[in-house]
């Protein structure tokens, strides 16, 4: 049976510095409640990508993170708040193709300095803070698409 869609849900994933075996753990316990919610595919695609792209920075950069999320029936939120060592320079590290990942990160795929532009891509708002040696919040808002009842319609 599917869940009140007219409700607010609302969830959080910690996650441990440097757990690359947990790795995608978040992004994909999220999508999947996402889809047996009925949301629509296009709001999951943008969701999957955003979170999972927050949840490899937490891991690969910070020591310890919490991601939170909002599914409400015009949008989800997801919000990435790391303690870590934070960015100097946000506009940097915003830019395509710019990456501090050390060569073992490089090693295992990681490191092409696309996470965050890809958040910012799929986001309809984004919004970066970060405090030097203090950690980095990212928070990400995706509008839902009332016109795409592809997966909806079944309810009705
Ligand atoms: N949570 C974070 N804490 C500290 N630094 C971060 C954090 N997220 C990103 N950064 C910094 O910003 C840079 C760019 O991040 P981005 O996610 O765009 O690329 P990447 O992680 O290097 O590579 P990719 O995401 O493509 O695997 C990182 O290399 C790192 O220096
Ligand atoms: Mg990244």
Known sequence: MKEDLSKTIEG??????????????????LKKQLIDLGIEEETIRKVSIATFEAEMNIIIY???????????PEEITIIAEDMG??????????????????????EMGWGA???????????????IESVVGE???VEMVIRRKKDDHSRNSREA
């Open 12 to 29: 959080s994933f910690h996650i441990v510095g440097g757990d690359f075996i947990r790795a995608g753990e978040a992004s994909t316990a």
């Open 62 to 72: 910070a020591t310890a993170g919490i991601i939170r999320y909002t599914i409400t």
């Open 85 to 106: 060592p934070g960015i100097e320079d946000i506009e940097l590290a915003m830019q395509e193709g710019y990456s501090t990942a050390p060569d073992w990160v490089r």
């Open 113 to 127: 300095g696309m996470g965050l532009p890809n958040m910012k891509k799929n986001s309809d708002i984004f919004r």
């Open 135 to 137: 950690g980095t919040t």
